[in-house]
C-alpha cells in the first residue's frame, strides 16, 4: 500500500495482506471478485447470546472490514466475505455466492442447475465434515486428492449418491 487512508481502523494494512480466493469476471464482467472464507462454530461462548444470523452478520462484517475499504479501493475489484458455520450454514452473502456459482456451473457444464446445487452441497457438507475432524483428531499426512470436474456427470452423481434433488 502507498499511503491510501482506509475507511475502518481494523482495516488489514499489511503489504502482504491477501484474501483466500480471487476469480475474474465472477460478479461483473472484466472485474475481479475476491473472497474470503470463515468457519465458525455457532456453539462457541461468544456466539451464544445472539441469534445466528446475528452471527453470521457480526462475521461478515468482520471480514468487510478487514477487506473491504481495501480491494475497492486499492484492488478495484468486489468483495465478498464467504462465512459459514461448522455444521454447514451459510451467511447472507455466501448463499449469493453459491447461488451465482450454481448459474455459472450449470449454465458451463449444461447440467440441469438443481443437480449442480445438489453436488455442491454435497461437496461443501464433505468439506466441512473433514475439516471438522481434522480439527478433532489431526493429519494423518495423506497427500490431497484432486477432483477432475471437466468430465464429471452431476446427474450420475446425484442419482447415485441418493441425494434429494
Not at 447461488?99 to 449442480?116: I, N, Y
Amino acid at each position: 500500500m502507498d499511503g491510501e487512508q482506509l475507511q475502518y481502523r481494523t482495516a488489514n494494512i499489511a503489504n502482504e495482506a491477501r484474501v483466500d480466493v480471487s476469480a475474474r469476471g465472477f460478479w461483473t464482467r472484466g472485474q475481479r471478485a475476491f473472497m474470503d472464507i470463515k468457519i465458525f462454530d455457532p456453539m462457541a461462548a461468544c456466539h451464544r447470546g445472539i441469534s445466528l444470523e446475528a452471527a453470521h452478520q457480526r462475521n461478515e462484517q468482520e471480514k468487510i472490514r478487514a477487506y473491504g475499504d481495501r480491494i475497492q479501493n486499492v484492488d478495484h475489484g468486489s468483495f465478498t466475505p464467504l462465512v459459514f458455520t461448522t455444521s454447514g450454514g451459510m451467511g447472507p452473502k455466501a448463499k449469493c455466492f453459491y447461488s451465482r456459482l450454481a448459474d455459472v456451473m450449470a449454465e458451463k457444464k449444461h447440467q440441469p442447475r438443481s443437480h449442480v446445487v445438489a453436488w455442491m452441497r454435497c461437496r461443501l457438507s464433505f468439506s466441512l465434515l473433514r475439516s471438522a475432524l481434522l480439527c478433532l483428531r489431526g493429519t494423518r499426512c495423506s497427500a490431497p486428492t484432486t477432483i477432475d470436474i471437466a468430465g464429471l456427470n452431476y446427474q450420475a452423481t446425484v442419482v447415485e449418491s441418493g441425494i434429494l434433488v
